[in-house]
């Protein structure tokens, strides 16, 4: 939904043609859009994640490749998180649920992505930009780690956060031998324009 403002004139010498009002897009709308936007990209790379390859990393401080196809599938959830609640502590027994899942097959991986999707989707729905301009906190063992209105935290923490991870997770694939999807543009495996 775009919402109509006026627009306000300052001095000028010249006459200008333009409009008095200006349309500017809610911020939960363009949240949801970014987020259907993301979820085609996730899946396109979820999809492709080898089974049987969990404890795989590239380098041994790299994070294995399950936790991070886990972490992926999960990120889009912490909306929820951050629209519904004030902070979060990640010492903290709440915290819990956002440990990434232990999985086996590729199935389990988009069922927690489209569960998430569904209650991100929900929780964008149900709020107000007003109430995105409000602060949120995460923390660990009690320290604030960050603090930002929570338009800024998800915008940073879940959909710039996520796009990092998936391509960390497209390189994982390209080593194991697996193609990888065209995300914001061709790869070298699909797309290609001739």
């Known amino acids: 939904m775009l919402v109509t403002v006026p627009l306000v004139d300052s001095v000028c010498r010249y006459q200008l043609n333009r409009p008095t009002e200006i349309e500017i897009m809610k911020l939960t709308d363009l949240f949801l859009e970014e987020l259907e936007r993301e979820a085609v990209g996730t899946r396109r790379t979820l999809e492709r994640v080898p089974e049987a390859h969990n404890d795989w990393k590239p380098h041994p401080r790299s994070m294995p490749l399950g936790y991070l196809a886990s972490l992926i599938a999960t990120m889009p959830v912490w909306v929820v998180t951050m629209v519904t609640q004030d902070e979060l502590d990640l010492k903290s027994p709440a915290a819990v649920k956002f440990k990434p899942l232990e999985w086996r097959k590729r199935s389990e991986l988009l069922s927690v992505l ?51 991870h998936r391509g960390q997770l497209t390189v994982y ?21 001739a």
């Open 114 to 164: 489209d569960a998430g999707l569904a209650e991100a989707r929900a929780a964008l729905r149900n709020t107000t930009d007003d109430h995105l301009m409000t602060p949120w906190r995460f923390l660990i063992g009690g320290q604030v780690v960050d603090e930002n209105p929570r338009y800024v935290m998800i915008a940073d923490s879940v959909f710039s956060h996520l796009a990092h």
């Open 173 to 193: 694939l390209r080593l194991n031998e697996v193609s990888v999807p065209a995300l914001y543009g061709p790869s070298a495996d699909e797309g290609k324009v």
